[in-house]
């Protein structure tokens, strides 16, 4: 999961450096996700899924025309975090660091685990 992303873009990891220090930050507090990279031409992104139990998935982008790529910041899209936000666009919000998106990611998880104690009441 992690070590696999990082090998790919070791040379790079400085300039991913907000979305790896996500996924450790993740990975330290046990929580599910997938990475990948994609280096096409000069488009080069790391991808960064993380698995919700309801179906649904978060992605979180960091690299080339992403919001915030000039920055060494995230991108977030799809719709998993983002329904009551007001400065969401069809394309996601941009310019998040890696403590924006862990804050949304742990509020998830409490939401998740107190879900799963109300449906084993």
Not at 23 to 31: D, K, P, Q, S
Request: hydrophobic letters at 35%.
């Amino acid at each position: 999961m992690l070590n696999d992303c990082v090998n790919v873009h070791h040379n790079n990891r400085q300039r991913y450096a907000e979305i790896f220090k996500l996924a450790a930050a993740m990975a330290e507090h046990g929580i599910e996700f997938q990475m990948q990279s994609v280096a096409i031409d000069e488009l080069r992104k790391v991808y960064l899924w993380y698995p919700d139990k309801w179906q649904r998935t978060a992605l979180i982008v960091q690299g080339t025309g992403t919001k915030g790529a000039e920055d060494g910041l995230l991108e977030l899209r799809d719709g998993l975090f983002y329904e009551d936000e007001v400065d969401y666009t069809e394309t996601g919000l941009g310019w998040l660091t890696a403590e924006n998106i862990l804050e949304r990611v742990l509020q998830k998880e409490a939401q998740k685990t107190k879900h799963d104690k109300e449906v084993t009441k």
